[in-house]
């Protein structure tokens, strides 16, 4: 919570306003706070991925968020953001994750990096 208060704030300063990170935001703004130069073609894999909707479970039910962080990262997820696994519906910790996965891996943990 803390970091999240952080990050409105800085925003707000910055901007002269509330942005991506207030509790408001869409998942469009969330996105293209967390990946900046990436943001259009994040916004094209969580499309493909979930329809951009923060709730998405996949059909077998692995896959969850707007990303579809599948649940083998339950501990990392909990781990890297502080926040529990239920957060991974919302779209702010769920982008805050995928920016890490991404990071990491580039676009290679999700199956709809063909879209790009």
């Not at 293209?32 to 479970?57: R, T, Y």
Request: glycine share 10%; proline share 4%.
């Amino acid at each position: 919570m803390f970091k999240r208060v952080l990050c409105i704030a800085a925003i707000a300063t910055a901007a002269g306003l509330f942005g991506a990170c207030s509790p408001g935001a869409t998942p469009q703004e969330h996105i293209g706070f967390f990946f900046q130069q990436h943001a259009n073609d994040a916004v094209k894999i969580a499309s493909c991925e979930s329809g951009l909707n923060p709730a998405a479970v996949s059909s077998g039910g692995g896959n969850h968020g707007l990303f579809q962080i599948n649940s083998v990262h339950r501990a990392a997820f909990e781990r890297r953001t502080g926040a529990s696994w239920s957060k991974v519906y919302d779209p702010y910790w769920n982008t805050m994750y995928a920016r890490m996965l991404f990071d990491a891996q580039g676009w290679g943990p999700w199956s709809c990096k063909r879209v790009l």
